[in-house]
Structure formats: structure tokens, C-alpha cells
């Protein structure tokens, strides 16, 4: 009989009420309503949302840092609130806000930090893994955003934690630290650690998560791997896009039909956007073909998490005008 492993992280029913300071009319105010979620061992498991979205209250509640309204939580199978110190041995985290002393120096703290544990990992190679060598002799105050990032992500691997809580990981980063950053949080994943992220970019979600929760406004909105959140939209499969660049004024009337249409956005650029089906790229083979046109560039675009959450936080479900609405691949929830 096969061993079913237990979650590293088990969050139902979540509730979180603050105030009555924090509410104007001086009553209580609901900032997480009913987030349930799972983390498991070898996954990195992505809580995806706008900024204020309730991201960074459920995972303070999941490591014990804030106390709870109501819901059960388990992590490591304790229950974070009332454990011993034992637990947060075997719990690495990285805030968002970094919680660094703002006077010490990078090295000299992760030392200090690596002496808190009876088996910490070697502060040299992770001082050379993330290049904080660089900066060594720059106090917390001085470092730039990213490199907070770095010296926080740093200190918080070096009990070698069960269990990673990383709340924004990528914020501030530059694209070399990004990937660096990125590459490692896959080593950890691949090596067995449970990884918690949160973050309001799609791209990290698309490109790290093995499974995703997205909420807004403190509540489930939906959850699954990015293919399937695709998958369960009834238009992930129904619209798609091809784009292709060949010379100007040509006559695309060949590729139209009842569900699918072409047009030339700018001399030489031609969209055909539709119920593209595997029969319309043969089509599309055959009449560059019949035009002799020869395409310089190809690109067939479908539905991304972006579309998915839009339509979720809209509470409708995807239209091809949100494929318009796409502006690059690291677009940041909440900035339309």
C-alpha cells in the first residue's frame, strides 16, 4: 500500500478580522474571508492576487505571526498559533518587508542569523549562491530593494527549512537577480522543500508555481495548476491568436470564416483571431503558399493567467478583448 504523504500546509476556513481602529466607522473589519489551501512537500504552491488582496495576512496566520478570527490551520502538523519554538526552527521566512536591522552589515548578520540554529547552512555559499559579496560591506539602510530581497531570502534558508514562506519574492529584484533568485527556488522545490509564495505577478506564478490559489478581496477565487485554471475557463481553447508579419496588402479573405477573423493591424502585421482550430493553420500553410508570401515572424497566442484572473475578479468569464489588455508578460495585478 502506497504512503500518502500528509501537506506541509493546510489552511481551511480562514478568517482574519481587524480593528476597530482599523475600520473607520470603528467597528471590526474582514480582511481574509474563507481562503482554504494546501501546500505540499517538492511543489512551490503560489497564493496569486492584487496587492491588498489578503496574500500576506494568510501566510502571517499560517506561520503563527498574526493570531487568527477563525479556521483551522496546520503546519508541519502543529497548529502555528500554539507551537514552541521547535516548529519555527523547521520554517524559513522571507516578508515582504524584510524585518532586517537596518545597521547591521549582510554577512555579518546572516552569521549572527546562521548561530540562532544547530545545523545552519553555510553562510559562504549562500552569500555566493545570491551575490551578496558585492555589497558586504554596505549597511541594510543603504541596499537597494533587491538587494534586501537577496540578504532576507538568505537569512531565511539558513535553518535548511522544511517548509519556505517567501511573501514576494522577485519585488525589486533586476532580471539577473530574478533569474538567480528563481533558479533557486526550484533547487530548493526539486530537493523536497514545501515552498509558499505569494505575489501580484503573473509571470512569477506562470513560471514557478506547481499549483496556485487565486484570491481577491481576502476570498478563494479559484485554484489549480496554471494549465488547469486555463483549462476550466470555456474560453481558454475557443480564442486564440495568430500574428504574423509578411508584406503589406495582402488579401486575407482566403483565411476568414464564421468564428475566425483576419485583418491587417499596421501595413505588413496581420492578426487572425478566432476559434482557431488545427484545420486554420493548414489553411494559413497553404495560402502563404497560393501568395507566395513567406512570413517573418509567427507567433500563436492563447489564453494567459492574466485573462483568468481578469475574468475571475470581474466575475465573467474571458472575452477575446482581454487579449488586448495584455500588455507584457510581467504585468502587475491591479495597475489597469
Given at each position: ?6 501537506p ?22 474582514r ?21 491588498g ?6 501566510i502571517?496566520?499560517a ?6 478570527t ?7 502538523g ?17 516578508l515582504?518587508d ?12 546572516l ?5 540562532l ?13 545570491l551575490?551578496?559579496?558585492e ?12 538587494q534586501?530581497?537577496?540578504v ?8 535548511n ?12 529584484l ?8 528563481f533558479?533557486?527556488i ?10 509558499i ?5 503573473l ?20 485554484e ?8 476550466k ?10 500574428t ?42 497553404m ?7 513567406l ?23 474571458p ?18
Amino acid at each position: 500500500m502506497t504512503k500518502t504523504i500528509a501537506p506541509a500546509l493546510v489552511i481551511s476556513g480562514l478568517i482574519k478580522d481587524v480593528g476597530p481602529l482599523a475600520a473607520l466607522d470603528g467597528r471590526m473589519k474582514r480582511i481574509v474571508s474563507n481562503i482554504s489551501m494546501d501546500a505540499h512537500f517538492g511543489a512551490v504552491t503560489a497564493l496569486l492576487g492584487a496587492n491588498g488582496a489578503g496574500k500576506t495576512t494568510t501566510i502571517e496566520c499560517a506561520q503563527g505571526l498574526q493570531h487568527r478570527t477563525g479556521g483551522h490551520i496546520s503546519l508541519l502538523g502543529e497548529d502555528p498559533a500554539t507551537a514552541d519554538a521547535g516548529l519555527r526552527a523547521r520554517v524559513g521566512v522571507m516578508l515582504q518587508d524584510g524585518g532586517l536591522p537596518p545597521a547591521a552589515r549582510p554577512v555579518a548578520l546572516l552569521h549572527h542569523v546562521a548561530r540562532l540554529y544547530s545545523n545552519p547552512l553555510s553562510v559562504k555559499e549562500l552569500v555566493g549562491r545570491l551575490g551578496i559579496a558585492e555589497f558586504a560591506d554596505t549597511t541594510i539602510r543603504r541596499l537597494s530593494g533587491g538587494q534586501k530581497q537577496r540578504v532576507a531570502l538568505a537569512a531565511s534558508l539558513l535553518g535548511n527549512p522544511e517548509v519556505l514562506f517567501l511573501d514576494e519574492p522577485s519585488a525589486g529584484l533586476d532580471p539577473q537577480s530574478r533569474i538567480m533568485v528563481f533558479e533557486l527556488i526550484r533547487e530548493l522545490r526539486d530537493a523536497g522543500k514545501a515552498i509558499i509564495l505569494t505575489t501580484h505577478l503573473l509571470d512569477d506564478a506562470q513560471r514557478l508555481a506547481d499549483y496556485v490559489y487565486i484570491v481577491d478581496r481576502g476570498a478563494s477565487l479559484a485554484e489549480g495548476t496554471v494549465q488547469d485554471l486555463l483549462a476550466k475557463s470555456t474560453q481558454a481553447m475557443a480564442h486564440r491568436v495568430l500574428t504574423f508579419e509578411t508584406s503589406p496588402g495582402q488579401d486575407v479573405a482566403a483565411l476568414r470564416r464564421p468564428g475566425l477573423e483576419c485583418t491587417e493591424s499596421r501595413p505588413g502585421s496581420y492578426t487572425l483571431a478566432g476559434s482557431l482550430e488545427p484545420v486554420d493553420l493548414a489553411r494559413f500553410g497553404m495560402w502563404c503558399g497560393e501568395q507566395d508570401a513567406l512570413p517573418t515572424s509567427v507567433h500563436l497566442d492563447s489564453q494567459s493567467l492574466e485573462d483568468v484572473f481578469l475574468a475571475l475578479a470581474a466575475g465573467a468569464a474571458p472575452d477575446a478583448g482581454q487579449q488586448s489588455r495584455r500588455t507584457h508578460n510581467e504585468h502587475v495585478l491591479g495597475t489597469k
